[in-house]
C-alpha cells in the first residue's frame, strides 16, 4: 500500500518562501510521475508540478520561475520549493504518485500567503 504524506504548509508573507515536503512509501519510489496539485477553496483541483522518472519537470504557467520540484530518491520524499509567494498561492497542496494501477494521494498541507 502506497503512503503519501505531506508537511511544510503553513502562514507566510506575500514575497516570502516556503519548502513542502512529500514522504513516500512503497517501493520503486523513482519508478514513478510524481506531482504537486493544488486546490484553492471553490476551485478545482489543479496541477503545480510534475517530475519524471528520468528527473524531467514541467510547471504550470502560474508558478514558472518561482516553484521548483525536486526529489531524494534516497529518502523518497519529493519537495517544492516556493518563492515569491502570492496570495494567490493560497490553496492546499497535495502530493500525488502514478502508478500503473491508479493515483495515490496524500492527505494534504495547507499554504496560506497573507499579510
Known amino acids: 500500500q502506497v503512503q503519501l504524506v505531506e508537511s511544510g504548509g503553513g502562514l507566510v508573507q506575500p514575497g516570502g518562501s516556503l519548502r513542502l515536503s512529500c514522504v513516500a512509501s512503497?517501493?520503486?519510489?523513482?519508478?514513478?510521475?510524481m506531482a504537486w496539485y493544488r486546490q484553492a477553496p471553490g476551485k478545482q483541483r489543479e496541477l503545480v508540478a510534475k517530475i519524471f522518472p528520468i528527473g524531467s519537470t514541467d510547471y504550470a504557467d502560474s508558478v514558472k520561475a518561482r516553484f521548483t520540484i525536486s526529489r531524494d530518491t534516497s529518502k523518497k520524499t519529493m519537495y517544492l520549493q516556493m518563492n515569491s509567494l502570492k496570495p494567490e498561492d493560497t490553496a492546499r497542496y497535495y502530493c500525488?504518485?502514478?502508478?500503473?494501477?491508479?493515483?495515490?494521494w496524500g492527505q494534504g498541507t495547507q499554504v496560506t500567503v497573507s499579510s
Open positions: 512503497g517501493s520503486l519510489f523513482s519508478a514513478y510521475v
Open positions: 500525488n504518485q502514478r502508478r500503473g494501477n491508479g493515483d495515490y
